[in-house]
Antibody, heavy 116, light 107 residues
Framework: EAQVLESGGGLVEPGGSLRLSCAAS????????MAWVRQAPGKGLEWVGR??????????DYGAPVHGRFFISRDDSKNMVFLQMNSLRTDDTALYYC???????WGQGALVTVSS | DIQMTQSPPSLSASVGDTVTITCRTS??????LNWHQQRPGKAPKLLIY???NLKGGVPSRFSGSASGTHFTLTISSLQPEDFATYYC?????????FGQGTKLEIK
């Protein structure tokens, strides 16, 4: 069964940084395109970004609200994808989901709270 | 960016009813359209991909249709566990975009 599991959430002050991790299992990770999606409290789903597989360059694309502050990377040797979040703002507070880019597999989410 | 217009924002129905949710895209996306269900406090779950393909394990009362930029999700014979929020999502281009969501509530 395909699964992904996020970790690394927590409380951070505005302007700070945080790194989320996502561990994948049950599917061929090396060929999977992976995404991050977030959901602010009481709000809808917002696409954060995605990274392609290494065979097509492991290219990352981002949504406008996080472009230049957030960075996605992957380690195929560990079946993991990461979300490095810098210059965090209060409106980045959300539950961050790791998913396959095709939307077929989702994790349970990691809560990130940005507050002083 | 591809804009997603999902309607209605909320819907009230009874167990056994049939409901339809609509999603319109701002350009042709070659049916690269997903429908997700999100129950309260839970992660989203894929129901339909490619506009009308039912994901394995999803009950057959869920169905999707696609015509150009117009997509629908129909749920027949509503069950208590179907009362949730539903989102469409295009995966044709980046940035991927979601509809605003439709909250399906019990009447």
């Amino acid at each position: 069964e395909a699964q992904v599991l996020e970790s690394g959430g927590g409380l951070v002050e505005p302007g700070g940084s945080l790194r989320l991790s996502c561990a994948a299992s049950g599917f061929t990770f090396i060929s999977a395109w992976m995404a991050w999606v977030r959901q602010a409290p009481g709000k809808g789903l917002e696409w954060v970004g995605r990274i392609t597989s290494r065979d097509v360059g492991a290219t990352a694309d981002y949504g406008a609200p996080v472009h230049g502050r957030f960075f996605i990377s992957r380690d195929d040797s560990k079946n993991m994808v990461f979300l490095q979040m810098n210059s965090l703002r209060t409106d980045d507070t959300a539950l961050y989901y790791c998913s396959t880019d095709d939307g077929k597999t989702w994790g349970q989410g990691a809560l990130v709270t940005v507050s002083s | 960016d591809i804009q997603m217009t999902q309607s209605p924002p909320s819907l009230s129905a009874s167990v056994g009813d049939t409901v339809t949710i609509t999603c319109r895209t701002s350009q042709i996306i070659n049916n690269y359209l997903n429908w997700h269900q999100q129950r309260p406090g839970k992660a989203p779950k894929l129901l339909i991909y490619g506009g009308f393909n039912l994901k394995g394990g999803v009950p057959s009362r869920f169905s999707g249709s696609a015509s150009g930029t117009h997509f629908t999700l129909t749920i027949s014979s509503l069950q208590p566990e179907d009362f949730a929020t539903y989102y469409c999502q295009q995966i044709y281009d980046v940035p991927r975009t979601f509809g605003q969501g439709t909250k399906l509530e019990i009447k």
